[in-house]
């Protein structure tokens, strides 16, 4: 019971540090900075299934669309592993297949890709049984099916996840995680019951 408490404490004094306020002038080095470090942070709190990798050395790879990271995400994951993994990172372009992605984050400038990006990765599990975590800025990330979504509470940033979403493609999120995170399912549609 006490290690339980630790951890979670351990986790809220982590998760508390990332959100430090963010100069709104620099949003693209700072903001880019705190949102690297927890997509790194995301990655250690998500089970994938062991079918997600090819094999015990097949890394773990972290796929980026409409780049605000400027370096940080390479330099937050430099001489990490996950689950004895070794971490890649790959920048997509427009055409790029997200096969062999774990996570793929969709940023401000590839916002208005984030429906068609969503189902290309839920078409990836359907087709491969490759869950694909995604990640992303958009107000209607959630809305379009994504899992977790960046926010920003005054000047911090601050995050969503939809755990239907996560489930949907057979990846479990410790209860830790969702803790300290704001809880968000998708909006009904206009017309639609």
Same mark, same amino acid.
């Given at each position: @019971?006490?290690?339980?408490?630790?951890?979670?404490?351990?986790?809220? @004094?982590?998760?508390?540090?990332?959100?430090?306020?963010?100069?709104?002038?620099?949003?693209? $080095?700072?903001?880019?900075?705190?949102?690297?470090? =927890?997509?790194?942070? =995301?990655?250690?709190?998500?089970?994938?299934?062991?079918?997600?990798?090819? /094999?015990?050395d097949?890394? *773990?790879? @972290?796929?980026? @669309?409409? /780049?605000? =990271?400027? !370096?940080?995400?390479?330099?937050?994951?430099? %001489?990490?592993?996950?689950?004895?993994?070794?971490?890649?990172?790959?920048?997509?372009?427009? $055409?790029d $297949?997200?096969?062999?992605? %774990?996570?793929?984050?969709? !940023?401000?400038?590839?916002?208005?890709? $984030?429906?068609?990006?969503?189902?290309?990765?839920?078409?990836? *599990?359907?087709?491969? !049984?490759?869950?694909?975590?995604?990640?992303? &800025?958009? /107000? &209607?990330?959630?809305?379009?099916?994504?899992?977790?979504? =960046?926010?920003?509470?005054?000047?911090?940033?601050r *995050?969503?996840?939809?755990? &239907?979403?996560?489930?949907?493609?057979?990846?479990?999120?410790?209860?830790?995680?969702?803790?300290?995170? /704001?809880?968000?399912?998708?909006?009904p549609?206009?017309?639609?019951?």
């Amino acid at each position: @019971m006490k290690v339980r408490r630790l951890a979670a404490a351990v986790i809220s @004094m982590f998760i508390a540090r990332l959100e430090a306020p963010t100069l709104i002038g620099q949003t693209t $080095s700072v903001e880019g900075q705190v949102k690297a470090a =927890f997509l790194f942070k =995301f990655a250690q709190f998500i089970q994938w299934p062991n079918q997600a990798f090819a /094999d015990r050395d097949t890394p *773990f790879t @972290m796929c980026v @669309m409409g /780049d605000p =990271f400027e !370096g940080a995400l390479e330099k937050t994951i430099e %001489h990490e592993t996950l689950n004895g993994r070794p971490i890649a990172v790959r920048r997509l372009g427009a $055409s790029d $297949s997200l096969r062999g992605c %774990h996570v793929v984050y969709v !940023g401000k400038l590839e916002a208005r890709r $984030s429906t068609e990006i969503i189902g290309t990765a839920n078409q990836v *599990f359907t087709t491969e !049984g490759m869950p694909i975590l995604t990640v992303g &800025d958009s /107000d &209607d990330f959630i809305n379009a099916g994504g899992i977790i979504r =960046f926010t920003e509470l005054g000047q911090r940033v601050r *995050f969503e996840i939809n755990p &239907d979403a996560a489930e949907r493609v057979s990846l479990r999120i410790s209860s830790r995680l969702l803790r300290v995170a /704001d809880i968000a399912r998708p909006r009904p549609r206009a017309g639609i019951p």
